[in-house]
């Protein structure tokens, strides 16, 4: 049995930090992940999809995102099943109880676990659902599947931890679920642990939104070997009642689905011209100015340079004064003066006030280098 998981899709978040234009562009490519998992699903033959939530960023969803997340749910053409998040909780008036969602999806809409049976594939999935943006509660606490020899599976979004404002799943519950693998969602980084027999995993958001969610993004493919019955062999009376599972192994296998990626990456000043790729990239990246250099770098003519080689990007000045230049330090002249008080003010500086001297070096510097006669 295989199965595709995917979480945390934040459709139409506003993704405010990027210009209105190209903000327009991300909500219309986010609004593609739905179509681009249907993809997926059909090229790898899953039997089952898990969305543990906040497929919506927020109550605004327009109604195109609606229609598109609907039309390609349907097109995965398997039992889809959502459990909301906490930017997407249901109540009476969310798009999970406001539309009418294809055949094959089923909503969990209950706080408490739920179980789904799935009788084609031998499968329950427990779920629940967030009805407020909070809680405080962990949603598997007391939670144990019984060994029925069907495959139990968990679909929550929730934070694997013991104490929070989303859902904190303490690594105790998840052990004592009994469940051959949970589906969570709600971290945006891809991560996965394992508590007793459970493998617990989070997929990260499928398509990154900011400098916070870095690198490739997608999706996750599960396979689940059939539930092994162990049974106790009575050779002389009736068969025993199987007395439990056995091993269920399960991978989970991270697949890339993002059209973009954002990237923060360091560039030496110096060299940085010949660091800009030849071909546009579809990236979205923050470079990192390094290196060293006596006068402060001119970030919007650099970032004016690197523009039409990303399809974002955006600078930040990293670098630092030349290593040479408090051997100046010890000149008799003004420079000398201003450069040895400097160095006294940088040794007891903490970090703020360090970039502020650094700065007033570079100011200082500029000024006296432009006229004074630094001869010994
Ligand atoms: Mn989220």
């Known amino acids: 049995m295989k199965l595709l998981h995917a979480a945390d899709f934040h459709l139409d978040s506003p993704l405010s930090g990027l210009p209105q234009s190209k903000s327009a562009q991300r909500r219309r490519e986010l609004r593609e992940i739905p179509a681009r998992l249907a993809r997926l699903a059909q090229d790898e033959g899953v039997d089952l999809v898990l969305l543990p939530g906040d497929l919506f960023d927020g109550e605004r969803v327009y109604p195109e995102t609606i229609r598109a997340l609907a039309r390609a749910l349907e097109e995965m053409a398997v039992p889809v099943l959502i459990a909301p998040g906490n930017h997407d909780y249901y109540h009476g008036k969310s798009p999970y109880a406001a539309v009418s969602w294809p055949d094959n999806v089923h909503i969990f809409t209950q706080p408490e676990l739920q179980a789904f049976e799935l009788p084609r594939l031998n499968c329950v999935v427990h779920g629940c659902a967030f009805t ?119 991978a989970a296998q991270f697949v890339p689905v993002c059209r973009r990626q954002y990237r923060v990456e360091a560039v030496n000043v110096n060299e940085f011209s010949a660091a800009l790729p030849q071909e546009e990239s579809p990236d979205l990246v923050r470079l990192l100015l390094s290196g060293e250099s006596l006068c402060t770098p001119e970030l919007s003519a650099l970032t004016a340079q690197a523009a039409r080689r990303f399809f974002h990007v955006e600078l930040r000045d990293h670098t630092t004064l030349p290593s040479s230049l408090w051997a100046r330090a010890d000149e008799d002249s003004l420079t000398g003066l201003f450069l040895q008080e400097l160095r006294a003010r940088l040794d007891s500086a903490g970090a703020a006030e360090r970039d502020r001297l650094l700065l007033a070096a570079r100011f200082g510097l500029a000024a006296l280098e432009g006229g004074e006669d630094v001869r010994p």
């Open 132 to 250: 407020a943006p909070h809680r405080e509660d962990d949603p598997l606490a007391g939670f144990a599947a019984p060994a029925d020899g069907k495959r139990h599976l968990l679909c929550v979004h929730g934070e694997v931890g013991p104490a929070g404002s989303y859902a904190p799943i303490a690594s105790k519950s998840l052990e004592n679920s009994g469940a051959a693998y949970a589906a969570l969602g709600h971290v945006h980084a891809a991560g996965s642990g394992k508590a007793g027999k459970t493998l617990w995993a989070y997929p990260g958001c499928p398509e990154g939104r900011g400098f916070d969610e870095l690198g490739p993004k997608g999706a996750l493919i599960v396979s689940l070997d059939e539930p092994v019955q162990l049974t106790i062999a009575s050779p002389d009376g009736p068969p025993m009642a199987p007395i439990g599972l056995g091993a269920q192994p399960v």
